[in-house]
């Protein structure tokens, strides 16, 4: 069973919907990320989480929330789709200072009409 | 401002043709830069992570190496399943305690059997 795992894979929504992505993971780890991934624009950190009361913004946290729910779940939220959010959505996982390496989920793929 | 630039965006070899990917960084400081390997339509997977200049890392025919402005990923007698894109990041001095990363844009690698 694969380590981190998102859901839904795929998402196609219309303007003005709210949606939820979800990011649960199986390696212990304290910290968790989401970051979007644009063609040419590469991957740009949305929120991140050290534990499940530390929640911070990252680059481009605007339209965006999040949800620590449990150490091992980390959910992103959309209030408001607009179709400049149709991007790739990646969950990824550290270990905390020291053991800097993150490690990906496969990936959402959302699609805002 | 702390940037990431990665060359060539892409990459064709034919089989066997071994050639080299750069990753350049002007940074304030780095602490480490990681080094990722991404299949259509799946999450990064990690390949290493280097700490200090002249720091040099191997797994089958990748070797990744660092100067204080670069990287390069050295692609050994490439195989076609080596096709992918590879991505770069960097952490920077003080986001040791955030775990944030700076990713550059990829280069797209094509190996023709």
């Known amino acids: 069973d694969a380590d981190v795992t998102q859901t839904p894979r795929n998402r196609i929504t219309k303007t003005g919907k709210r949606i939820m992505l979800e990011c649960s993971q199986t390696?212990?780890?304290?910290?968790m990320y989401w970051y979007r991934q644009d063609p040419g624009l590469g991957l740009r950190l949305i929120y991140y989480?050290?534990?499940?009361?530390?929640?911070n913004k990252g680059e481009i946290s605007d339209g965006y929330s999040v949800s620590r729910q449990a150490q091992a779940k980390f959910s992103l939220s959309l209030e408001s789709a607009i179709p400049n959010q149709t991007a790739l959505y990646f969950c990824?996982?550290?270990?905390?200072?020291?053991?800097?390496?993150?490690?990906f989920g496969p990936g959402t793929r959302l699609t805002v009409l | 401002e702390d940037q990431v630039t990665q060359s060539p965006e892409a990459l064709r070899l034919q089989e066997g043709e071994s050639s080299s990917l750069n990753c350049s960084y002007t940074?304030?400081?780095?602490?480490?830069l990681f080094w990722y390997r991404q299949d259509p339509g799946k999450g990064p997977e990690f390949l290493f992570t280097?700490?200090?200049a002249g720091e040099e890392k191997e797994k089958e025919r990748l070797k990744a190496t660092l100067t204080k402005k670069e990287s390069f990923l050295h692609i050994t007698a490439p195989k076609p399943e080596d096709s992918a894109t590879y991505l770069c990041?960097?952490?920077?001095?003080?986001?040791?305690?955030?775990?944030?990363?700076?990713f550059g844009q990829g280069t797209t690698l094509q190996v023709k059997p």
């Open positions: 990824a996982t550290s270990e905390g200072t020291g053991k800097d390496t993150q490690y």
């Open positions: 390696k212990g780890h304290d910290r």
């Open positions: 989480s050290f534990d499940v009361k530390d929640i």
């Open positions: 940074v304030s400081g780095l602490r480490g």
């Open positions: 280097l700490y200090s």
């Open positions: 990041a960097v952490q920077l001095i003080g986001s040791s305690n955030t775990g944030k990363l700076i």
